[in-house]
């Protein structure tokens, strides 16, 4: 076999990026309520096959192929990859498409609860042509903030090894144009069920995304020296954001918390992101410890602002993304003796050009969201109905739960139908929803709904015999 090490590097990191995705998704899942996890976790599915068809169609063309004016690659230029096979060039295809899938499902966060997944379809392949491609092309693929790219000609050349701008930043000024789209969940910082329902699910997610970011991270090495310090950096940075994140969640309230813990990590990875190849050891460990007690105070801003990040993807990967990115103006190493940040003598032109890119990325990702977005909303509709946010986006979505605590008393097997023919599934939305609200207020509903009494009816049933 003809494959060199490198192949093979590539070719793991890309599993690890995507093994990104499923674990995002229990990160997600856990963080939701009971009733609304399995539709978080499958965002993050159908984003994967989603954007892993458009990347062989005309996503990695439009990051590799031809310029047009220097903001994407000419979508025909591998249109459907046939003339890439024979060519290791299958393989960045491969690696490249992890990063767009990973970054279109980071944006569901910020909307969970209360979003038609019909909608989500048609959001995903829109918001990877008209923004993640562009951007990725303009900081990666020869564009606009590539090496003797227009804008990187003036100002100087960003700095962003694995996606601080291409994936966090737009990924998280997207989620706050969804969140301030769709509104607030019903309740939003009052009832007290919107809180995490799976704390284990939460650390799980979070531990495998952090496995999976040293592919995420460290695929791109060129040299096993480069590789080292990026693998050393993506385990410093994290390590630090969680502790400064739980330092700052005793001081703020009392008592460090397992999600503490795992949302430092994640604003730990979002920082070192920008920064891995480009930063000592040492820096990077302070780079953490400023990203966690940063991102511990963001993620409150949604309720001093009153806009409803969900599961807080503005202000983890928003808000670590500018602190990554921003960092590097001042702790980036010089490059055999020239340049560098601040910190090492390199003067404001590295800053400057980490804020223009910062500026170009939110414009673009926050501009062309908000454009998708409100086409959707005001066509199809992004937002599911009010009884159906209250009995779940679960069983309105999908037809199925996450837990069915009922059957476990079974003792024998019992083959059952598709969960959607099953009768109490198939209730109507309005039964659903008024057979969860208080008996005091169901008592009203029963009396002029014969399908809300018939919800009751079976809600007895099924409590007085579980089997």
């Known amino acids: 076999?003809?494959?060199?090490?490198?192949?093979?590097?590539?070719?793991?990191?890309?599993?690890?990026?995507?093994?990104?995705?499923?674990?995002?998704?229990?990160?997600?899942?856990?963080?939701?309520?009971?009733?609304?996890?399995?539709?978080?976790?499958?965002?993050?599915?159908?984003?994967?096959?989603?954007?892993?068809?458009?990347?062989?169609?005309?996503?990695?063309?439009?990051?590799?192929?031809?310029?047009?004016?220097?903001?994407?690659?000419?979508?025909?230029?591998?249109?459907?990859?046939?003339?890439?096979?024979?060519?290791?060039?299958?393989?960045?295809?491969?690696?490249?498409?992890?990063?767009?899938?990973?970054?279109?499902?980071?944006?569901?966060g910020a909307i969970a609860d209360r979003a038609k997944f019909s909608s989500w379809v048609i959001f995903v392949p829109i918001w990877i042509t008209l923004v993640y491609c562009p951007l990725a092309f303009m900081v990666w693929g020869g564009g606009l903030l590539s090496p003797g790219g227009a804008i990187s000609s003036v100002f100087g050349q960003?700095?962003?090894?694995?996606?601080?701008?291409?994936?966090?930043?737009?990924?998280?000024?997207a989620a706050f144009v969804?969140?301030?789209?769709?509104?607030?969940?019903?309740?939003f910082g009052k009832d007290p069920n919107h809180r995490p329902h799976n704390l284990p699910f939460i650390m799980l997610g979070a531990g495998l995304l952090w496995f999976g970011w040293f592919g995420f991270n460290a695929g791109a090495a060129t040299t096993s020296a480069q590789a080292g310090l990026i693998w050393v950096n993506t385990l410093v940075a994290p390590a630090g954001a969680m502790l400064?994140?739980?330092?700052?969640?005793?001081?703020?309230?009392?008592?460090?918390?397992?999600?503490?813990?795992a949302s430092g990590v994640v604003a730990g990875l979002v920082a070192i992101t920008p920064a891995c190849?480009?930063?000592?050891?040492?820096?990077?460990?302070?780079?953490?410890?400023?990203?966690?007690?940063?991102c511990a105070v963001f993620v409150d801003l949604k309720h001093k602002f009153g806009f409803d990040d969900s599961l807080?993807?503005?202000?983890?990967?928003?808000?670590?993304?500018?602190?990554?990115?921003?960092?590097?103006?001042?702790?980036?190493?010089?490059?055999?003796?020239?340049?560098?940040?601040?910190?090492?003598?390199?003067?404001?032109?590295q800053?400057?050009?980490?804020?223009?890119?910062?500026?170009?990325?939110?414009?673009?990702?926050?501009?062309?969201?908000?454009i998708i977005a409100l086409v959707i909303h005001k066509t199809v509709g992004f937002r599911v109905s009010h009884e159906a946010e209250l009995a779940g986006v679960d069983l309105s979505e999908h037809a199925e739960t996450a837990y069915e605590f009922g059957s476990m008393s079974r003792s024998h097997f019992n083959a059952?139908?598709?969960?959607?023919?099953?009768?109490?599934?198939?209730?109507?939305?309005?039964a659903r929803a008024a057979a969860a609200v208080p008996v005091s207020a169901r008592a009203a509903a029963v009396a002029s709904s014969p399908a809300a009494a018939r919800a009751v009816e079976l809600q007895r049933e099924k409590q007085a015999d579980p089997a």
Not at 163 to 172: D, W, Y
Request: glycine share 14%; aromatic share 6%; net charge neutral.
């Open 1 to 108: 076999m003809n494959i060199t090490a490198e192949n093979v590097w590539v070719m793991v990191s890309a599993a690890l990026a995507l093994l990104m995705t499923p674990a995002l998704g229990l990160f997600y899942g856990g963080m939701t309520r009971a009733k609304a996890s399995l539709n978080m976790i499958m965002m993050s599915f159908i984003s994967a096959g989603i954007v892993g068809a458009v990347w062989i169609l005309w996503g990695y063309s439009m990051i590799s192929g031809k310029s047009v004016l220097g903001i994407f690659g000419n979508p025909f230029t591998s249109f459907g990859s046939t003339d890439l096979v024979g060519s290791t060039d299958l393989i960045k295809l491969g690696f490249s498409a992890t990063f767009a899938i990973v970054t279109v499902a980071l944006i569901s």
């Open 351 to 370: 800053l400057v050009a980490q804020i223009v890119a910062i500026l170009v990325t939110l414009a673009v990702s926050g501009i062309m969201t908000a």
């Open 178 to 187: 969804l969140a301030l789209i769709l509104g607030k969940r019903h309740g």
């Open 416 to 430: 059952l139908p598709h969960i959607a023919a099953i009768p109490h599934v198939n209730i109507p939305v309005a």
């Open 244 to 261: 400064s994140w739980l330092v700052t969640e005793k001081i703020r309230h009392g008592h460090p918390t397992s999600l503490g813990a």
């Open 312 to 349: 807080d993807v503005v202000g983890v990967h928003l808000g670590g993304g500018l602190v990554g990115t921003l960092a590097l103006g001042f702790i980036a190493l010089p490059v055999n003796g020239k340049g560098g940040g601040l910190f090492y003598g390199g003067g404001l032109q």
């Open 277 to 294: 190849a480009n930063v000592a050891p040492a820096a990077a460990l302070g780079l953490g410890l400023v990203a966690g007690a940063a």
């Open 158 to 173: 960003v700095i962003d090894f694995a996606g601080g701008t291409v994936v966090e930043i737009s990924s998280g000024a």
